[in-house]
């Protein structure tokens, strides 16, 4: 497991603080985006919950805000990390429609938010190592 993983683990079981799927993916990478962690967190503050609206994923825009702040952000990646997460979730990006499918296969919320954090920290590593 890699350290960012770590990292967005120990975030979203935090018994202090409430880390949301966005802010699950950005802080982990904030020392490398040149942020410190705080920051990071308001950053990503209001982008839980489908930006508190069951729209996209708090974790794909997590997912796109550190590709951005990471210079790991062209149209054709952004599309792509995009397409890769919409087709690993039946068709769905939006939060709201995550959820349904989670309760479908019997994933309870939290663990669903997990995995997806999960995922998009993975999607930023996989692209920092094919960068490096």
Do not use: W
Request: aromatic share 4%; with cysteine.
């Amino acid at each position: 497991m890699s350290s960012h993983v770590d990292r967005a683990r120990e975030l979203r079981h935090d018994p202090d603080r409430h880390y949301n799927c966005a802010q699950g993916v950005l802080v982990p990478f904030a020392a490398e985006a040149g942020l410190n962690e705080e920051l990071a967190y308001k950053i990503g503050e209001s982008f839980g919950g489908g930006m508190r609206s069951g729209r996209v994923c708090g974790a794909l825009t997590g997912t796109l805000m550190a590709m951005g702040l990471l210079d790991l952000s062209s149209p054709e990646s952004t599309q792509a990390a995009i397409k890769e997460f919409s087709e690993r979730h039946e068709g769905c990006t939006d939060c709201r429609d995550l959820l349904r499918l989670a309760a479908e296969h019997g994933i309870e919320r939290h663990e669903n938010c997990d995995g997806l954090v999960y995922e998009g920290v993975e999607t930023v590593e996989k692209l920092l190592a094919e960068r490096a």
